[in-house]
């Protein structure tokens, strides 16, 4: 008996499917297809504008935030302005630590009745700060300019108010104290500009 005759045709076409070969299975390329990334950039929230109107290309970029937003606009100056500020804390630090009652003499004209290590402890603090100032000269970030800005703003401040009281102090005010004083007021408005305009959000076009 033969063996096509004992297969019943029932089973005669599931064998024919069986013995003929599949075709090829069609791949869909769903990276290259455009509508499917549509679809996926809809379904995740991403390819639109946010509310600050940036254009976040995928969904890390919407979650951290694009590297434009770190970009600085600079106001006009500033990097010459930071530039001024360094030289200048880093002449002033050299002097006090090298000169301590030659400086002193020259602000309060008398001469150092107390150890010149106050002075030279000043030099050092100013050198510290000037360090600062060139850190924010070759940085790109606005939050470390914003805080060297502070910084110096702040120092100036300070300055100001303590030279002042020792002026009353010793009852005696010189033409370079004033122009001290006078420089320390034009350093502090300009620093505490910068600051300002750095901390303001930019307007939507």
Same mark, same amino acid.
């Given at each position: ?18 013995? @003929?070969?599949?075709? $090829?299975?069609? @791949? ?17 929230? +991403? ?27 600079? $106001? ?52 510290s700060i000037s360090l600062i100032m060139w850190n924010g000269l070759y940085t790109a970030e606005k939050i470390i300019i914003q805080w060297t800005l502070l ?16 002026? +009353? ?11 001290l004083l006078l420089s320390r007021v034009l350093f502090l408005v300009v620093s505490l500009s910068y600051y300002y305009h750095l901390g303001r959000r930019p @307007?939507?076009?």
């Open positions: 008996m033969d063996c096509t005759d004992a297969v019943s045709p029932e089973l005669l076409p599931l064998s024919e499917m069986a013995s @003929k070969p599949h075709p $090829p299975l069609m @791949k869909k390329h769903s990276q290259t297809d455009l509508v499917s990334r549509l679809k996926t950039r809809k379904i995740l929230g +991403v390819g639109g504008e946010d509310d600050d109107g940036e254009v976040h290309r995928s969904k890390i970029s919407q979650m951290l935030g694009n590297e434009i937003k770190f970009a600085v606009r600079e $106001p006009v100056g500033l990097r010459v302005w930071i530039l001024i500020s360094a030289v200048v804390f880093t002449v002033m630090a050299l002097m006090a630590l090298a000169f301590p009652n030659q400086l002193y003499e020259i602000v309060f004209d008398e001469e150092l009745s107390t150890t010149s290590i106050s002075i030279r402890l000043y030099g050092g603090a100013l050198l910084t110096e703003a702040c120092y100036f401040a300070v300055q100001f108010l303590v030279t002042s009281i020792t002026l +009353v102090e010793i009852g005696s005010v010189t033409n370079t104290a004033i122009l @307007k939507k076009i």
